[in-house]
């Protein structure tokens, strides 16, 4: 079992719809990450978040839209995706952004844009 | 700028065999490096790290790296697999000023029976 918990674990959507993947965990971690993966690739950083603030974007298109509503819960609100955003999206936490602690990993939403 | 790169796309070993999965990296400043395996439909789960002091790193289900400065590698080696150790294993390093991680490209263990 992971310590970090992302809803739902499947999500298919069409490409007008709007959608929200959730993520929370309980370690009192203060530094969120989203990443994305596709099949057989390495994840990619999408956003990290450190102490409820938006701190990196990596160029990620407006159809994404990150919310960090305290520091156990994390979003990615989803609007008028593209069928090449089907991806694996991860969320993973750390004690702080500015130090080595490892990244904790949720199991991933496995998202399908048809 | 950092990267790292993972020499073997995939690896096949038969089981209780040893093996070797290759990381090197390239960086001009100090690193911290790291290995995380996937399991089929899972998040990353860290295997090992090293940060500083000794080279030789070990970490959980009988993992160990080694950190070797003047090739500027990081290999993974169990001395024997087993079935429920294949997975994607990814190698990753960061700079010395946070974890924001560089990922390799991935290997894909595959122990046959």
């Known amino acids: 079992d992971t310590e970090v918990t992302q809803t739902p674990k499947h999500l298919v959507m069409g490409m007008t719809n709007k959608k929200s993947l959730k993520c929370e965990q309980h370690m009192g971690h203060r530094a969120m990450y989203w990443y994305k993966q596709k099949a057989k690739k390495p994840p990619e950083l999408m956003f990290v978040?450190?102490?409820?603030?938006?701190?990196i974007n990596e160029s990620v298109p407006s159809r994404f839209s990150p919310e960090c509503p305290n520091s156990s819960l994390l979003n990615l609100h989803l609007h008028a995706l593209q069928p090449e955003d089907s991806a694996l999206y991860l969320c993973?936490?750390?004690?702080?952004?500015?130090?080595?602690?490892?990244?904790?990993f949720g199991n991933g939403t496995r998202l399908t844009v048809t | 700028a950092q990267s790292v790169t993972q020499l073997d796309s995939q690896v096949p070993v038969f089981e209780e065999a040893p093996v070797e999965l290759r990381c090197n990296y390239s960086?001009?400043?100090?690193?911290?490096l790291f290995w995380y395996v996937q399991y089929p439909n899972q998040g990353l789960q860290l295997l090992l790290k090293?940060?500083?002091?000794?080279?030789l790193v070990k970490g959980i289900n009988g993992f160990e790296a080694e950190f070797n400065k003047s090739q500027t590698s990081f290999h993974l080696r169990k001395p024997s697999v087993h079935i429920s150790d294949t997975a994607e294993y990814f190698c990753?390093?960061?700079?010395?000023?946070?974890?924001?991680?560089?990922f390799g490209g991935g290997t894909r263990l595959m122990v046959k029976p």
């Open positions: 090293y940060l500083s002091g000794s080279t």
């Open positions: 960086s001009s400043v100090s690193v911290y």
């Open positions: 978040y450190s102490y409820e603030k938006l701190s």
């Open positions: 993973a936490s750390s004690q702080g952004r500015r130090d080595q602690s490892p990244l904790h």
């Open positions: 990753a390093v960061t700079r010395n000023a946070g974890n924001m991680l560089t």
